[in-house]
Every structure is written in structure tokens, then in C-alpha cells.
């Protein structure tokens, strides 16, 4: 079992509202019963849609070990609802025995190698989101829509 973000099977849970429709292989995992589909954001109590958020001070791990904070483009701390979300979609892979993520690269939930730096500018940086930290301590397989079909073979059957 694999858990995808719900955004890149379609779901319209993006900050903007919105979802993608190009990744046509996760969402016939979804569809096949051999994926979950989860939004850490929406999980945890955030509305669609909702102000741009981006990790200050850090990464997930930073925010996961208390030293970075999620702040919205307004300065407001939303930081309990990224950990409230990335909890329970850790819940959500225990409770499937989900080995394998597949998260959206970027975000500062579901970003696997690259996030943004906290300033709004657009500048990336190193780094992953607090659901991909929060799954990598939990010794799953994390990885995003730039990279799955390293990891996944597809069979469909």
C-alpha cells in the first residue's frame, strides 16, 4: 500500500484550490485499492482554500523537533495544523502498512528534497516538509511526482 497526496491524484485540496490531473498512474493506484490518497493540510484543519504557507527557520524536521515554525504569508503561525496533519497521516500509513509516499515536491507539508525558504520570494531551498520528515523517521520510503517511477513499478492487472 502506498500513500499519495490527494492533490496529485486529482483532489482539490491545494492551498489555491485547485489539483493536479497529469500523474494518470497514481491516480489508478487510488482507484485500484493499491494507494491511499491523504492531504496532511486539510487533515489537520485547514480550509480549501487557504493563505500560502512555507517553513521559517528550517525544515520539517526543524519544525518536527520545535526549532522551525509554518507561518502563512501574513505572518500567522500555522504550524499545529502541519504537525496535526503530518500525525495523522502518519496514522494513516501504520494503519495501512503503507511502506512507500509519494508527496507533492515543494510543499512545506509534502516536499521530499526541495522546500521553499520562508520568505515568499519564490527562492527553493533544500530541505522537506513536515509529513515527508514525520514519514522518513518513521522509516518509510518518501518520495514525490518528479521521481515515483523510480521507486514504484507499475502492474496493473
Not at 489508478?28 to 512555507?54: F, K, M, S, T, Y
Not at 522546500?115 to 514525520?134: E, L
Amino acid at each position: 500500500m502506498l500513500i499519495i497526496s490527494a492533490c496529485l491524484v486529482g483532489e482539490t485540496c491545494r492551498y489555491s484550490g485547485d489539483g493536479f490531473n497529469k500523474y494518470p498512474e497514481l491516480r489508478w493506484l487510488v482507484e485500484n485499492g493499491q494507494a491511499i490518497p491523504v492531504c496532511p493540510e486539510v487533515l489537520g484543519g485547514a480550509p480549501v482554500p487557504r493563505d500560502p504557507c512555507e517553513i521559517k527557520g528550517g525544515d520539517g524536521f526543524d519544525v518536527l523537533d520545535g526549532r522551525a515554525r509554518v507561518l502563512t504569508n501574513h505572518g500567522e503561525d500555522k504550524t499545529d495544523v502541519f504537525l496535526n496533519g503530518a500525525r495523522d497521516v502518519l496514522a494513516a500509513a501504520r494503519r495501512y502498512g503503507a511502506r512507500t509516499a509519494v508527496l507533492k515536491e515543494r510543499s512545506p507539508s509534502c516536499g521530499s528534497s526541495l522546500i521553499y525558504d520562508g520568505s515568499f520570494s519564490g527562492k527553493r531551498v533544500s530541505g522537506c516538509g513536515c509529513t515527508a520528515a514525520i514519514l522518513v523517521r518513521a522509516g518509510l520510503d518518501v518520495c514525490s511526482e518528479e521521481n515515483y517511477r523510480q521507486k514504484i513499478w507499475f502492474t496493473k492487472r
